[in-house]
């Protein structure tokens, strides 16, 4: 297992499905998934599988009447009983050799490798992720094994600090304790992943609790990690809805941390509700919570349209729009306003759109009836607030689709400039000039990713030092953060700039020690 970790970290490539035998293998994959549709599954705490008859029915975004598995419910007493006994078995998890941790999320990457066409399809499905999408998503869940598996072996040995005459000291990074992940639909492998496999590796144990639209992925990567070797008390995957468990996960007694993706106004919710003291608490509570963005992309005067376009394209369309990372805000020169929004309306309509296990759709559907729902009441808003150029209407057929919508001259006042819509829509606004494009794009409660295109070199430095967004992205799309590259986490309402992907992320699951000897 040591070998492994002298082999610099690399991010896992994509599977090319233009290529036969790639596709061949993808279309095998969704057909043997489609196999196990309607599988039930059961709560698990420690090493006791449990049914409650509260049952939980994910469906194909796609096709709704397809029931992609079946999950039996938590309530509050079994929220409290899965904490507990996270905390009875984290003294003996939390000695357990780093080395040993190390190799199991090693391994876990391995088993995600092995399975990765099987686990693209699932996202497929109960995701309804596009194939590309789908690879992306299963390759960062095995970035973040690998990349999380090394920054372990880095901080597992002593820091090394000012050494005092007659004294020896040194700095050690130890566990927290019980820490409760909940992680979001929209990346519901990769960052499930992500977060669990950075509590675990840190020797922290974990109350899983995946979303109720995507618990299925979640039963699966469970399956992954005690293939892996993590024992079956190490973790806790409890499906069940945040109303009736969030509130006792979060503000148990014995809950040391809160590791949380998803909105605004629930990780608010997590924040304050951590911040309160229980009786018997002796720690403050650490959140790390990534919730959302309004993200813009600026168009400079002087940018190329054709290489803006593409970009503004992908970041508000790839995934329906339904990722933190999304471009919902154009802002654009107005020297180049009108070339770029006809240009970007020109592509915009050649989308396809359709169930996500056809490749030959570029967009699927999204998440579910209340998200389309939602997606579509904004787009009546819209209407008001600007002009519709494109899409605006429901897709005919029984999925959950909504077509790639852009709404042109937007005031930055409109709803539809301010709030996280989280759908395939995007707000074309005008500005004087790259001054005014700058305070436009920093005009948010958020400040997750942002990009510009221009060729102007000071123009690209004035936005490195004033777009205030946790990832910049200069001449490129916002979306697509890679692991060691793009460490991910943004300002403001976006978060605590947490930094998933990087060198500091682990640390978030740790605390130092220092010791000093003499004699």
């Known amino acids: 297992m040591a070998t492994a970790t002298l082999i610099e970290f690399r991010n896992e490539p994509y599977a090319d499905f233009s290529q036969p035998a790639n596709r061949r293998a993808m279309e095998e994959a969704l057909r043997q998934v489609r196999s196990e549709f309607g599988r039930e599954y ?26 992609v598995g079946v999950h039996h419910r938590a309530d509050a007493v079994l929220a409290a009983r899965a904490v507990e006994a996270a905390w009875q078995y984290f003294p003996e998890w939390s000695r357990v050799p780093a080395a040993a941790r190390i190799g199991m999320t090693f391994e876990a990457a391995r088993i995600l ?14 995701a309804g992720k596009t194939w590309p999408e789908a690879e992306a998503d299963v390759s960062e869940a095995i970035d973040f094994c690998e990349y999380y598996a090394r920054e372990m072996e880095r901080l597992a040995a002593p820091q090394p600090v000012v050494q005092l005459p007659g004294e020896h000291g040194e700095m050690i990074y130890i566990p927290l304790g019980v820490g409760v992940v909940i992680p979001p639909w929209n990346f519901p492998l990769a960052i499930l992943a992500g977060m669990t496999v950075a509590s675990l590796v840190a020797g922290n144990t974990v109350v899983l609790k995946p979303s109720s639209e995507t618990p299925t992925i979640g039963a699966k990567f469970a399956e992954v990690l005690l293939e892996a070797g993590f024992p079956e008390r190490a973790f806790t995957l409890l499906t069940g809805s945040g109303a009736a468990v969030g509130d006792v996960l979060v503000g148990h007694t014995k809950t040391r941390f809160i590791s949380f993706t998803g909105s605004r106004d629930v990780g608010l919710r997590i924040n304050e509700l951590a911040a309160r003291t229980q009786p018997g608490q002796i720690w403050i509570k650490r959140v790390v919570a990534e919730m959302g963005g309004k993200d813009a992309i600026v168009v400079d005067g002087d940018a190329d349209l054709d290489k803006a376009v593409d970009g503004v394209l992908a970041s508000a369309f790839g995934y329906q729009g339904q990722k933190c990372s999304a471009c919902s805000r154009a802002i654009v020169d107005a020297k180049v306003y009108d070339a770029f929004l006809e240009k970007l309306a020109v592509k915009t309509r050649n989308i396809k759109v359709g169930p996500s296990d056809d490749p030959a759709n570029y967009l699927g559907p999204v998440i579910s009836r209340s998200a389309r729902n939602a997606i579509q009441a904004y787009i009546e808003v819209g209407r008001k607030e600007g002009r519709v150029v494109v899409g605006g209407q429901p897709v005919a057929g029984d999925g959950y689709f909504i077509p790639p919508t852009i709404i042109a001259n937007v005031d930055s006042r409109a709803r539809i400039f ?13 500005a004087r000039d790259f001054e005014h494009a700058l305070e436009l794009a920093n005009d948010s409660e958020y400040g997750l990713t942002g990009a510009v295109f221009s060729n102007d070199p000071e123009h690209l ?30 300002f403001n309402m976006s978060g605590t700039d947490s930094k998933a992907g990087g060198p500091d992320y682990l640390l978030l699951f740790l605390q130092a020690k220092s010791i000093a000897q003499r004699g």
């Open 42 to 67: 059961r709560l698990r705490i420690g090493s006791e599988y449990i049914s409650t008859g509260d049952r939980l029915e994910s469906v194909n975004p796609s096709n709704p009447s397809e029931i």
């Open 461 to 490: 430095r004035q936005a490195t030092e004033r777009f205030h967004v946790g990832n910049l992205y200069l001449n490129r799309k916002c979306t697509g953060a890679m692991v060691g590259a793009h460490p991910f986490g943004g």
């Open 113 to 126: 490798r092995r399975r990765k066409l099987e686990f693209d399809a699932w996202l497929v499905y109960e």
């Open 418 to 430: 301010q709030e996280e819509i989280f759908g395939p829509v995007l707000a074309v606004t005008k």
